[in-house]
């Protein structure tokens, strides 16, 4: 995400989609914390609404997002557990935005911060 520092921090944030599994994702940020949180970032998948057939059959995941640290290779990184993805599933709590923003931490460099997400699809709640 380039002009991090930048952004207009108040409001939700969405990634391009991508697609996993035969289901279109992105990653949504609300970088000042969201309805649940202060002084954090907050971190969330979604499943891409827009594709309603795919969402008939809700996948069974397990996720990881992380802030890449740019500088050190040391990433922050968050696991969840079985997740039946029917709507958004993360962290409101991802990261404490004194520790994203600290230089020495890597994880925005310049203007940008990078965020991974990882996603294995383990079943469909549909398989029964």
Same mark, same amino acid.
């Given at each position: 995400?380039?002009n991090?520092?930048e952004?207009?921090?108040?409001?939700?944030? *969405?990634?391009?989609?991508?697609?996993v599994?035969? *289901?279109?994702?992105y990653?949504?940020?609300?970088?000042?914390?969201?309805?649940?949180?202060?002084?954090?970032?907050?971190?969330?998948?979604?499943?891409d609404?827009?594709?309603?057939?795919?969402?008939?059959?809700?996948?069974?995941a397990?996720?990881?997002l992380?802030?890449?640290? *740019?500088?050190? %290779?040391?990433?922050?990184?968050?696991?969840? %557990?079985?997740?039946?993805?029917? *709507?958004?599933?993360?962290?409101?709590?991802?990261?404490g935005?004194?520790?994203?923003?600290d230089?020495?931490g890597?994880y925005?460099? %310049?203007?940008?911060?990078v965020?991974k997400?990882d996603?294995?699809?383990?079943?469909?709640?549909?398989? %029964?």
């Open positions: 995400m380039n991090f520092l952004l207009d921090l108040k409001h939700f944030i *969405q990634s391009p989609t991508f697609e599994g035969g *289901q279109k994702w990653i949504g940020m609300y970088p000042r914390g969201d309805k649940y949180s202060t002084d954090c970032l907050s971190l969330y998948l979604y499943p609404v827009s594709d309603e057939l795919q969402l008939e059959s809700k996948k069974v397990v996720m990881t992380s802030i890449l640290d *740019q500088k050190n %290779g040391k990433h922050f990184t968050r696991t969840s %557990g079985l997740w039946v993805c029917g *709507q958004g599933w993360g962290w409101p709590n991802f990261l935005l004194k520790k994203l923003k230089p020495s890597g925005v460099v %310049g203007s940008s911060c965020v997400a996603l294995t699809i383990v079943g469909s709640s549909n398989d %029964g």
